[in-house]
């Protein structure tokens, strides 16, 4: 089972839910595909640009690992993974 857990700004496009756990093995894009068929384009909009790459400020890590370091969407995710998806804080 994937846990995805999701930071509330994010969860506005899943009707609130921040845990939603999946019986999926693939790659990253074909996780965020089924999570987006299930919930609709708005949670497609909310994470990735016009080009379909994922936004600047969002961040994804698949068991504690940024996934822009493994290999970006193409990403490997296991069975039991969790796989976080933040956005990006900035501060000063």
Do not use: C
Request: no cysteine; aromatic share 8%; hydrophobic share 40%.
């Amino acid at each position: 089972m994937v846990k995805l857990v999701l930071a509330s700004p994010i969860a506005v496009a899943t009707q609130g839910e921040r845990e939603i756990d999946l019986e999926f093995e693939g790659t990253l894009a074909q996780l965020f595909d089924v999570v987006s068929g299930k919930y609709g384009r708005q949670f497609h909009q909310r994470i990735f640009d016009g080009d379909g790459r994922l936004k600047r400020f969002v961040n994804v890590y698949v068991n504690g690992e940024d996934a822009r370091y493994i290999k970006g969407l193409e990403t490997p995710i296991p069975r039991d993974a969790t796989v976080d998806l933040l956005p990006a804080i900035a501060g000063g």
